[in-house]
T-cell receptor
Framework: DQQVKQNSPSLSVQEGRISILNCDYT??????FLWYKKYPAEGPTFLIS?????DKNEDGRFTVFLNKSAKHLSLHIVPSQPGDSAVYFC??????????FGAGTTVTVRA | EAGVAQSPRYKIIEKRQSVAFWCNPI?????LYWYQQILGQGPKLLIQ????????DSQLPKDRFSAERLKGVDSTLKIQPAKLEDSAVYLC??????????????FGPGTRLTVL
């Protein structure tokens, strides 16, 4: 069963604008969340994470927001750049350290 | 620092044949993971090693899949015999230490398997 869902398979955004990627989860035991970025023919690379004790974490142009009551997190990329065009995976884990991944959202940044 | 290495990068076999994938993790990383990523889905953990011991293989189809990590470094994942539904990208990842909750997993480029 899919415990982490990314309901938007793709997103197209103009360069310089904000990209917002969404992720929903069903397992209330998840308490650590991550975003990975993947380019074609490469493995996923870690982007940013957030613990359930926080509701926001920033790293440069990337900000992750967590809404525990809604079991929802989002990744904001501001401003979007052409190099941000990639597949973004949301992942979550409990204290068993096993990552559960969403299906990914393909972001295309238009010049 | 060299990343996670995997080979081969691509493999095409017929159903019922056998196949093996190899992974060399980042030097010094104690934990090694094998994931299966089917087209249109996120990676799914198959097996996790801590040094050369298995800590989680609950999602490994043990009737056809096997994995080993000799001497706590390199690892091989084998499928015998392969089925059509095994067509996927097999990703290897490593991390410094499983017990670090925020320990980052570093992924290799994957092996794309096509079963005909």
């Amino acid at each position: 069963d899919q415990q982490v869902k990314q309901n938007s398979p793709s997103l197209s955004v103009q360069e310089g604008r904000i990209s917002i990627l969404n992720c929903d989860y069903t397992n209330s035991m998840f308490d650590y969340f991550l975003w990975y970025k993947k380019y074609p023919a490469e493995g996923p690379t870690f982007l940013i994470s957030i613990s359930s004790i926080k509701d926001k974490n920033e790293d440069g142009r990337f900000t992750v927001f967590l809404n525990k009551s809604a079991k929802h997190l989002s990744l904001h990329i501001v401003p979007s750049q052409p190099g941000d065009s990639a597949v973004y995976f949301c992942a979550a884990t409990t204290n068993d350290y096993k990552l559960s991944f969403g299906a990914g959202t393909t972001v295309t940044v238009r010049a | 620092e060299a990343g996670v290495a995997q080979s081969p990068r691509y493999k095409i076999i017929e159903k019922r044949q056998s196949v093996a994938f190899w992974c060399n993790p980042i030097s010094g990383h104690a934990t090694l993971y094998w994931y299966q990523q089917i087209l249109g889905q996120g990676p799914k953990l198959l097996i996790q090693f801590q040094n050369n011991g298995v800590v989680d293989d609950s999602q490994l189809p043990k009737d056809r899949f096997s994995a080993e990590r000799l001497k706590g470094v390199d690892s091989t994942l084998k499928i015998q015999p392969a089925k059509l539904e095994d067509s996927a990208v097999y990703l290897c990842a490593s991390s410094l230490d499983r017990w670090g909750r925020t320990d980052t997993q570093y992924f290799g480029p994957g092996t794309r398997l096509t079963v005909l």
